[in-house]
């Protein structure tokens, strides 16, 4: 079963899918890419600001209509308001983007209302999260939060080894939370290493993101600090997970998370 539903930055929900809220059209599977070209040759391609529209229906009884009405209208224009996007899901994919028009046909009846939606984006990737957990290998036998299915051993150089698979077509962004303690930690995913030359104390961590060329301590308080300078120079931290199946290696002596982020030009329907 199809699920189309739209989520503002906190958290708040609409169903396109579900009453009284009935998804009737939409252009979601469509997109575009913009040539470049010199000299009448294309030399590569990139992509706007991209506008989708989506049609649904709003049926409800007359006690209950205007207030699904207003409903969606409040959730889509916190994002707006806020300028922070929220997310159009297909399935288990999302759009990062803004409701920005709404248009509004057969509303007098008091039961119904046809609603067209504009929905601009200025990053047209449907994105799919797949996220993967390493635990420290030392603390096995501890009462820390512990991943079914998962079998690190050590080699004779020290290092845990396991792997890592991206099963999308191509190369992904990813990003990478190291959870203290640590000092100085290091992960290679093939040959390419991700290092942060610091310390990370118990109850905090490192959020290394690729797409936002961010990386972000997080304090036991709450409190985020700009670790950036704190990369290990010599590599690109930042460089994508290859396709298909790569070895991971570190030390062990700390757990750490990867979520890759899968993205389409058009959601994947199967």
Known sequence: MMNV?????F?????????????????????????????????????????????????????????????????FEKDILAGVPGKLYFNQ????????????TE?????????????????????????MHYEPTDTMSRDNKRYPLRYPYRYSNGLSDMTILNEHYTETDFRMVIFGPAISP????????????????????????SSQGTIILTKTDGSRENAFNSREKEQNIFARIPQGMSRVKWNGDFGFDIILFQERSQP???
């Open 5 to 9: 539903y739209y989520k503002n930055h």
């Open 11 to 75: 958290g708040e929900v609409v169903d396109l899918k579900s009453g009284p809220y009935h998804l009737l059209a939409g252009d979601l599977l469509d997109y575009k890419w913009n040539a470049l070209s010199t000299a009448n040759q294309i030399t590569g391609f990139e992509k706007e600001i991209h506008e989708k529209s989506v049609t649904f229906e709003i049926f409800a009884s007359k006690a209950e209509y205007h207030r699904a009405l207003d409903l969606v209208t409040e959730i």
């Open 93 to 104: 994919q999302y759009l990062k983007c803004y409701i920005t028009e709404s248009k509004k």
């Open 107 to 131: 509303w007098e009846s008091d039961v119904l209302a046809v609603t067209e939606l504009a929905v601009t984006t200025d990053y047209p990737y449907w994105i799919e999260e797949k996220e």
């Open 186 to 209: 290091a992960v290679f995913i093939g040959d390419q290493l991700y290092q942060v030359n610091m310390k990370i104390e118990a109850g905090e961590y490192v959020t290394i993101d």
């Open 268 to 270: 994947r329907c199967a």
